[in-house]
């Protein structure tokens, strides 16, 4: 027996993209998105609405950077997609986070998020409304490597269960990517 609901944005997993940009005065601002993911070798897509200040910062310094909420940012990952960088001066400072400018693009990194992808914008689609980027580099904390690799059970990424409205934390491994369906060959 299986229950039918009607169209949502529900998927499993959704991401916390937490998106970073300049205003035109310098001044750092960040924002969470779900609704975002890889759709290119090196670009990425996400859906974000044209009255946010990010949209208007990435419009106008044609860069942004797509860093990894964390289980240890949480709090701030959730405020930053709460309050808005038009009303709010010091979001980026009440949310925890330290700007630090990235040395690929027009836009800042955040100390506290280890797992960062810098963008140059590619289009933003207003009427859709998606956003795209081509990721110029990647800039990951050394803190949440072993080994030289990403090490998700020190990253410790988030995502969003849009379902039941949380954040559930990601890192167990169940098999070896395009390993554990040979045996089904
Ligand atoms: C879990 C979560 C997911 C969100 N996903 C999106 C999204 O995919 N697209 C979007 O436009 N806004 C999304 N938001 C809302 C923005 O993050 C929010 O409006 C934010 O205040 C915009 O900040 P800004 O105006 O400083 O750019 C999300 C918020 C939360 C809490």
Same mark, same amino acid.
């Given at each position: 027996m299986r229950k039918e609901f009607k169209p !949502? *944005?529900? @998927? =499993?997993?959704m991401p916390v993209l937490i998106i970073g940009s300049y205003d035109v005065e310098g001044n750092a601002n960040l924002m969470n998105a779900a609704w975002g993911g890889i759709s290119n070798d090196t670009q990425i897509s996400i859906c974000i609405s044209n009255y946010h200040k990010t949209t208007k910062n990435i419009l106008e310094r044609k860069a942004f950077t797509v860093s990894v909420g964390t289980a240890d940012t949480v709090a701030g990952c959730d405020y930053v997609g709460m309050a808005s960088g038009n009303a709010v001066e010091d979001k980026t400072e009440r949310a925890g986070f330290t700007p630090v400018r990235s040395e690929k693009v027009n836009a800042p990194l955040f100390r506290e998020l280890p797992f960062t992808l810098e963008c140059e914008l #590619? *289009? =933003? =689609? !207003?009427? !859709?409304p998606r956003l795209v980027g081509e990721i110029v580099g990647i800039s990951i904390d050394e803190? #949440? @490597?072993t080994d030289g690799k990403v090490d998700v059970k020190k990253l410790k990424p988030i995502s969003f269960d849009a379902v039941n409205n949380r954040y559930l934390i990601l890192g167990e491994s169940v098999a070896e990517a395009f390993s554990v369906g040979k045996k089904l060959i």
């Open positions: !949502e *944005a529900w @998927l =499993y997993p #590619v *289009a =933003y =689609y !207003e009427d !859709e803190s #949440v @490597l």
